[in-house]
């Protein structure tokens, strides 16, 4: 029996997100049948971490278990060729066979992407579209302020199921590139809604809608009501996995 870690990128438009769902078209549901087509029998999936529905990933990682003496090479060209169009594996290796795909993280980077100008039918189905380029020293003002250890229970929905809200946040930064701006956060783990509530407000202290120390009142208050926005979900991309 072997340990595989396989690496995926996915456009999450038509799935209610990774983690299997009764009802409901989920990646993981796509991942476990195409499996069972390529390997001729039921094998588990433990993925990385759970997206909401219509979140994006450039990179999301999960293990199997596997005896099939399938080259790693060919695992891969296969399973491409089962995946629907939405769905692509980018990459396979044999792993040690306590390694989790889940508890093994030491961080995640999410990026939020938003464009403004004229409304692109090409961008809208991975770009916040915005009425108004905001203010980005303004926005990065907000991300240094955000970086760091902190308690992020202002920074999520209720709808978490966590009681520790500590994370650490060791990179944030708002980047213009052309009429684009890409919000990316990196942590030790994340909460519930957290990155895009994150952006909502980075995006609220640009415009001046909200004074960039704002933070600190959410911090010490952990009040939801004092940060911004929680942004549409297909704007966000989980961009990177770190073991």
Not at 22 to 35: A, D, F, H, I, K
Not at 60 to 85: R, T
Not at 136 to 160: K, P, Q, W, Y
Not at 198 to 210: I, S
Request: hydrophobic share 40%; charged share 25%; glycine share 8%.
């Amino acid at each position: 029996m072997k340990r595989y870690l396989i690496t995926i990128a996915f456009d999450g438009t038509a799935y209610h997100g990774w983690q299997v769902q009764p009802g409901l078209m989920t990646v993981q549901r796509v991942m476990n049948e195409s499996l069972e087509k390529l390997l001729g029998v039921p094998t588990g999936v433990t993925g990385c971490s759970r997206t909401d529905t219509g979140v994006h990933a450039r990179e999301f990682a999960f293990h199997i278990d596997c005896d099939d003496g399938i080259p790693e090479e060919a695992f891969l060209k296969g399973l491409n060729s089962i995946l629907p169009k939405d769905i692509a594996v980018n990459a396979c290796r044999a792993v040690p066979a306590d390694f989790h795909a889940r508890y093994d993280i030491i961080g995640k980077r999410y990026v939020y992407g938003m464009y403004s100008g004229n409304k692109n039918p090409f961008d809208e189905r991975y770009f916040l579209h915005i009425d108004s380029e905001p203010d980005i020293d303004l926005m990065n003002e907000f991300a240094v302020r955000i970086t760091g250890e902190h308690d992020f229970c202002g920074f999520s929905s209720s709808g978490r199921t966590v009681e520790n809200t500590v994370r650490k946040i060791s990179a944030c930064a708002a980047e213009r590139k052309n009429n684009k701006i890409y919000f990316s956060v990196t942590a030790n783990g994340f909460l519930y809604n957290m990155v895009r509530i994150l952006a909502g407000t980075a995006l609220a202290v640009g415009y001046g809608r909200l004074d960039a120390d704002v933070a600190d009142r959410v911090f010490a208050e952990k009040d939801r009501s004092l940060a911004g926005d929680t942004l549409p979900a297909h704007g966000l991309f989980l961009d990177k996995v770190f073991y």
